[in-house]
């Protein structure tokens, strides 16, 4: 069975550019969580679909994040315009009803 | 105060040793701890898994939690160089607040 993957693994994008990373969940799984880690920081939690709809997004940081989840398969999280700040490893997790968060490998994004 | 607290390291021992990681918590509503395991540039991957309190095994790992002191173990014993990764404590409330408050790693390098 294939696990959770994330497109690009990497991204270097210049301040004000628009940046859209990917993530296909484990196939079946309803549950799909966006997290990110930045330099220094512990993984904090962004948001989490349960299919097409959003459960939680109080972890995202501002208006400039953007998650979409069409038809309850993949999900993209959109970064418009891009800060500096926002560099860091975006991971995407996805779960089954009543187990736990199985991680894709991340996404490194540095913002110049 | 944050959530969780984890000694970020670096935790450096030699071959076959027994290593104790640990992760206190602030919040008492938290119902599933979880431990996970990051290689280099990888995702977090699942190690052990428990809820509530108690002790739980598995091969060479053990996971122990203290509801009452807000405290959560992971053992390995018999270390092997292989192990060798960040491990990272999680804890959820669970239900559909299952998004994951992660501490922020504790480096180990099992030196042969």
């Known amino acids: 069975e294939a696990g959770v993957t994330q497109f690009p693994s990497h991204s270097v994008i210049e301040k004000g550019q628009t940046v859209t990373l990917r993530c296909d969940p484990i196939?079946?799984?309803?549950?799909l969580y966006w997290y990110r880690r930045v330099m220094g920081k512990e993984i904090k939690f962004l948001l989490h679909?349960?299919?097409?709809?959003?459960?939680?997004e109080s972890g995202m940081p501002n208006n400039r994040f953007l998650a979409e989840r069409t038809g309850g398969t993949y999900s993209t999280l959109k970064v418009q315009p891009a800060e500096l700040e926002d560099s860091g490893v975006y991971f995407c997790?996805?779960?089954?009803?009543?187990?736990?968060?199985?991680f894709g490998p991340g996404t490194r994004l540095l913002v110049l | 105060q944050k959530e969780v607290e984890q000694d970020p390291g670096p935790l450096s021992v030699p071959e076959g040793a027994i290593v104790s990681l640990n992760c206190t918590y602030s919040?008492?509503?938290?119902?599933?701890f979880m431990w996970y395991r990051q290689y280099s540039r990888k995702g977090p991957e699942l190690l052990m898994y428990?809820?509530?309190?108690g002790n739980k095994e598995d091969g060479r790992f053990t996971a122990q939690v203290d509801k009452s002191s807000k405290y959560i173990s992971l053992f390995i014993r018999d270390s092997q160089p292989s192990d060798s990764a960040t491990y990272l404590c999680?804890?959820?409330?669970?239900?559909?607040?299952?998004?994951?408050?992660f501490g922020k790693g504790t480096k180990l390098s099992v030196k042969p």
């Open positions: 997790a996805s779960r089954h009803a009543g187990e736990t968060q199985y």
């Open positions: 196939s079946g799984h309803d549950n």
């Open positions: 679909f349960v299919k097409e709809s959003k459960q939680d």
């Open positions: 919040n008492s509503a938290f119902q599933y």
């Open positions: 428990t809820y509530s309190s």
């Open positions: 999680a804890m959820s409330l669970g239900g559909s607040q299952g998004n994951l408050i």
